[in-house]
């Protein structure tokens, strides 16, 4: 074996060494939720991808030098692959951003072909040597359209990171931006990795630049795990506190142009929408209230968050009581609105109070309890209207 083969072994290894740790918590964490077995086809994708390429070193170099028909089999399954980490990015990237581009069957099949197109060419490739070819001597050689390999694989690539950049524009999706990022910055690792691999052979840059982006990716769906709610998809209890942890040190209790008030929000009657129509419409009914927040909090510039059930919170800065009631009425509003006109067979009312950081509300528990007497004041007095 070359000093050149053994290098590009261990980096093979090394990356390889980073999907077992990746593959061995995404397992035993994650193992329950579907962002993270869609994570798992692209991890299990690159890691075939990786094994070939450092099976390439293993098979013509130690144990089958002369064999062209094994060299063959190894080249296929790393461009087969390969093909299968672009859709895998794809579907992983579609799920996180809402399938913005697979809601059409037209659609669909036309974004499978770079797919198809890749597979196709790579198993025909010992017949055509179009993608590579193996010549009399055993040695590996690019075909006349190896470049498409590039281009197969990151047309996905492209496709996601521009959805990603476009949505990090959107106000509405506050609480994704981290992972939109992620997904955004995805290209840089993966297609700088390939087109230094592409111009100077020999050296595996594409295995590093896609561990890269996988653990960049790790990163945030971990993160995002701690503080976003996975049903609703906005901020969780644990980035609640958070916030408004950071909000009290940071808030000037001095300029009384503003006042910090924090809204407790509870749906009417949640418990007789699960008990007559279903767990899974109390879920849509949640998530809709979620929705309803997430539009009237691009427009005010709010933080909201789920406290946990079917109660929510919003935090804002607002100048006197008056105009924090008006917001509360335009979220109830946002919310019968959404309602009335998602077809269901019931309307979502919600309850709402809230309270002001003063000398009586000094510190988030006090504050929260305020919000949460003034939330239970509201939803009497909606009892007590329905009665009359």
């Not at 009237?296 to 968050?305: G, L, M, P, Q, Y």
């Not at 009631?325 to 067979?345: A, F, G, W």
């Amino acid at each position: 074996m070359e000093k050149v083969d053994w290098l590009y072994f261990q980096v093979n290894l090394v990356c390889l060494m980073i999907m077992a740790k990746l593959w061995r918590t995404v397992f035993y964490d994650y193992r329950s939720q579907y962002e993270s077995r869609l994570f798992s086809h692209v991890l299990f994708s690159t890691t075939i991808f990786a094994i070939s390429d450092a099976g390439w070193i293993i098979f013509n170099c130690l144990l089958f030098p002369d064999n062209i028909l094994v060299n063959y089999i190894v080249n296929i399954v790393y461009f087969v692959s390969s093909a299968f980490i672009g859709i895998t990015w794809f579907w992983f990237c579609e799920f996180i951003l809402g399938y913005k581009f697979t809601k059409t069957k037209p659609l669909f099949y036309i974004l499978h072909i770079p797919f198809l197109v890749l597979v196709i060419l790579s198993l025909s490739s010992p017949f055509s040597h179009l993608i590579f070819y193996i010549d009399d001597a055993n040695v590996y050689q690019r075909g006349p359209f190896h470049i498409l390999q590039v281009f197969c694989m990151n047309v996905y690539f492209i496709i996601t990171s521009i959805q990603g950049i476009i949505r990090l524009f959107d106000k509405n999706e506050i609480a994704m931006k981290k992972k939109y990022i992620s997904i955004s910055t995805l290209i840089l690792w993966a297609f700088t990795a390939q087109m230094i691999q592409v111009y100077i052979p020999g050296y595996p840059t594409i295995e590093i630049g896609l561990v890269m982006a996988l653990f960049s990716v790790y990163v945030e769906l971990r993160n995002s795990i701690i503080s976003i709610d996975q049903l609703t998809q906005i901020n969780n209890r644990t980035q609640l506190l958070k916030y408004l942890s950071q909000k009290f040190k940071s808030f000037n209790t001095d300029d009384t142009s503003k006042n910090l008030y924090l809204m407790v929000l509870d749906v009417d009657d949640f418990k007789k929408i699960n008990d007559k129509f279903g767990h899974m419409e109390g879920d849509f009914a949640l998530k809709l209230v979620a929705d309803s927040l997430k539009k009237v909090a691009a427009n005010t510039s709010c933080f909201i968050s789920r406290l946990g059930g079917d109660e929510f919170v919003v935090v804002c800065e607002k100048e006197n009581d008056s105009m924090a009631e008006s917001l509360s009425e335009t979220i109830r509003n946002q919310i019968l609105q959404d309602s009335s006109q998602s077809e269901k067979n019931y309307r979502i009312s919600t309850s709402i109070g809230f309270a002001k950081k003063d000398s009586h509300n000094a510190t988030v528990a006090d504050l929260l309890k305020s919000a949460d007497e003034s939330m239970y004041l509201n939803k009497k007095s909606h009892k007590k209207a329905k009665q009359v």
